[in-house]
């Protein structure tokens, strides 16, 4: 079984036919170009969206891989090119430990918790959230939070539209309106920050 990005030859042709499918339905089903000319532009645009979709998930996949531990070389060879080739396409500016982030809305303070991975990451949120730091931002190994006089909770989840909708209706609002693998969700609580 010859591997391609981690997946079998046969999960690589079934993801594949899905999105040519997902594109073509997008766009209506050109059929004749020549009784079709604008079926055929409407193929351009669907393709277009779904390339710019797949390298938004292809950028915040690998996101999600480092920050779950995985280093450049792993990352560079599921991708098929150097650890060096990965790092400076897909790598992010190294933020410093407490650095301050300038201000947020109505100058509320901002500063970057960093490094963060997957297995301590919601440990420090759970922290900070009591003293009143809610994230509004985050990357790769990174959370950007704001000051508040309230405490806070942090929920990350499982990318999944129906789970957001139920998150949201109980008062939880998602980080980034546009999250893969997972998301981070935040609520204020009734209780003041602590010191």
Known sequence: MTLTAGLDEATTARLRERIAAAVVEAAGTPGDPAADPEGTLRLVDAARVAAEETSRLLRTSIDGA??????????GAVLGV????????????????????????????RRILTPLTAFDEMEVLEREGRR??????????????????HQWEHLRQPWNPAARRRLEEGGWTLVKSMTFPWGYYKRPLDLPAEP
């Not at 650890?83 to 509320?108: H, L, M, N, V, Y």
């Open 66 to 75: 480092r920050s779950a531990g995985h280093r450049w070389d792993a990352v």
């Open 82 to 109: 150097s650890k060096q080739a990965a790092q400076q396409r897909f790598g992010s500016p190294t933020a410093k430990p407490g650095q301050d982030a300038g201000t947020g809305e109505g100058g509320r303070p």
């Open 132 to 149: 009143g730091w809610h994230v509004v931002d985050y990357g790769t190994l990174y959370h950007l939070v704001e000051a508040s006089e």
